[in-house]
């Protein structure tokens, strides 16, 4: 499994610096988030040994219960969260990861202002933008998007770095690249983190700093249990 994923990641690599330097971009401009969701923490860390040092996960609670030894034995490495964030959880989350990029609505901004406050730890956070106004999708909707930024920037003072999307499955994902880009450059957000398996590529050419790869990295994942919440 080692080699597998070792060699899954140099391939994932040269494939962004590929698609970076064909739109004169500089290599090291993207940050490959390797998402771990559903895998072992042996596939972590092979990854981890591999050299692959930020890594996504969809759910706090198996955050917490792969990563904390990997963290002592790699404090180099980093934690997105890449996920829908209930407030109940917003303690653990501000407390175990270093990104959070699914901010999606006002009540949860605030929640995460307030644990901010009261820790003084404050991970980076994006803003996650429901680009395909999805009704079934989280993200904040393309319309209210300005003021959603401005409030939890500004009011709030969260430290929002930039906007993440998950363009629908069935449509071409740039229009969607291209929007969060837009939307990101009026507010002067560098940071976009967009882009998974099937489409990475070409979100690096519409400007993503952060793409989010699961399965070309560690291969299929297993569904979760049904029964799992
Ligand atoms: C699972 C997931 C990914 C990775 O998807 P792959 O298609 O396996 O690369 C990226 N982003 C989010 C938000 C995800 O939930």
């Known amino acids: 499994m080692e080699e597998v994923i070792g060699a899954n990641l140099r391939a994932v690599g040269a494939r962004i610096e590929a698609a970076a330097r064909g739109a004169g971009r500089q290599a090291g401009s993207v940050t490959l988030v ?15 040994t591999a050299g692959q040092r930020v890594f996504g996960e969809n759910r706090v609670q198996e955050a917490l219960e792969k990563f904390p030894g990997l963290r002592n034995a790699f404090p180099d490495m980093a934690l997105h969260l890449i996920g829908p964030l209930q407030t109940n959880k917003v ?3 501000v407390a175990h990861f270093d990104v959070i990029e699914t901010v999606d609505r006002l009540r949860l901004a605030e929640a995460l202002a307030r644990e901010m406050e009261r820790t003084g730890r404050r991970p980076h956070c994006l803003i996650e933008v429901n680009t395909g106004e999805e009704p079934q999708k989280a993200g904040i909707l393309p319309a209210a998007a300005d003021e959603f930024i401005s409030d939890c920037r500004d009011r709030l003072g969260l ?7 998950i363009p629908p499955h069935d449509e071409e994902p740039s229009l969607h690249f291209a929007l969060l880009r837009e939307i990101a450059r ?11 398996s099937a489409d990475f590529e070409t979100a690096v050419r519409f400007g993503a700093t952060h793409v989010r790869v699961g ?6 994942r297993q569904p979760y249990p049904a029964a799992a919440k």
Do not use: E, W, Y
């Open 215 to 220: 399965t070309a990295v560690f291969g299929a």
């Open 34 to 48: 390797a998402v771990s969701k559903t895998q072992p923490q042996s596939a972590v860390r092979a990854a981890l």
């Open 91 to 93: 303690k653990d989350a």
């Open 186 to 196: 009026r507010h002067d957000l560098p940071v976009l983190s967009m882009g998974m």
């Open 159 to 165: 430290p929002i770095d930039g906007l993440m999307c």
